[in-house]
């Protein structure tokens, strides 16, 4: 059964850090590109990182860039999401994601249609 699993959740004051981690079982997580979305109360699912199946390759969108620090051990079969510098606009549920698609470059992997596999997400708050 496949199975993404997230945490390292939790209430942070702004300024502060977490570290996300996405857990993979039943399947093989080296063929897949990882992505790490949000979903605000009242907000659309967003796009925030990818990683690359292959070469280690990472996207980041314009709000996260230079905070967020996406990785991946496919030995573990886990990959992670480093948040510094958090502010309460980053108050909401993380999810990760596993897409099967090859041949797009990754800055192109940013779309929730394009990942077949959802975790559960993990709750992330912010408090100012």
């Known amino acids: 059964q496949v199975q993404l699993v997230e945490s390292g959740g939790g209430l942070v004051q702004s300024g502060g850090s977490l570290r996300l981690s996405c857990a993979a079982s039943?399947?093989?997580?080296?063929?897949?590109?990882i992505g790490w979305f949000r979903q605000a109360p009242g907000k659309e699912r967003e796009g925030l990182s990818c990683?690359?199946?292959?070469?280690?390759?990472?996207y980041y969108v314009d709000s996260v860039k230079g905070r967020f620090t996406i990785s991946r051990d496919n030995a573990k079969k886990t990959v992670y999401l480093q948040m510094n510098s958090l502010k309460p606009e980053d108050t909401a549920v993380y999810y990760c994601?596993?897409?099967?698609?090859?041949?797009?470059?990754?800055?192109?992997?940013?779309?929730?249609?394009?990942?077949?596999?959802w975790g559960q997400g993990t709750q992330v708050t912010v408090s100012s």
């Open positions: 994601a596993g897409s099967e698609i090859r041949g797009l470059p990754i800055a192109a992997m940013m779309g929730a249609p394009l990942y077949k596999y």
């Open positions: 990683i690359s199946s292959s070469d280690g390759s990472a």
């Open positions: 039943g399947f093989t997580l080296d063929y897949y590109v």
